[in-house]
């Protein structure tokens, strides 16, 4: 499966941007779908993952009530709505997919997208 992650850009605190992923290659609705991000010099972080139906979703601490994650099943679609943007938020973000469960953990994801910068200027 190839996933295709685009939507970054430069953009001012407060402001919002949406991250699109596309998925191709396989059957969509089997995946589980995250999200995660990668500062420069830092880890790659958990973001939020969702399920194969979009109707359960998990985030981490630091996003919740900021970002939303959905997934438009039928275009192989999944989106990341990044609101209230902050500085710290500067970053390449990356789509996931597995087939198991919902995790935190980058690890558990067997296919990831290319990523896409991010960056947020205060």
């Known amino acids: 499966v190839q996933l295709q992650a685009s939507g970054g850009g430069l953009v001012q605190a407060g402001g919002s941007l949406r991250l699109s992923c596309a998925v191709s290659?396989?059957?969509?609705?089997?995946?589980?779908m995250g999200w995660f991000r990668q500062a420069p010099g830092k880890e790659r972080e958990f973001v939020g993952s969702?399920?194969?139906?979009?109707?359960?979703?998990d985030y981490a601490d630091s996003v919740k009530g900021r970002f939303t994650i959905s997934r438009d099943n039928a275009n192989n679609m999944v989106y990341l709505q990044i609101n209230a943007l902050k500085p710290e938020d500067t970053a390449v973000y990356y789509c996931?997919?597995?087939?198991?469960?919902?995790?935190?953990?980058?690890?558990?994801?067997?296919?990831w997208g290319q990523g896409t910068q991010v960056t947020v200027s205060s």
């Open positions: 969702i399920s194969r139906s979009g109707g359960a979703t």
């Open positions: 290659g396989r059957t969509f609705t089997p995946y589980i």
């Open positions: 996931a997919a597995n087939q198991e469960f919902m995790s935190a953990h980058a690890a558990d994801y067997n296919y």
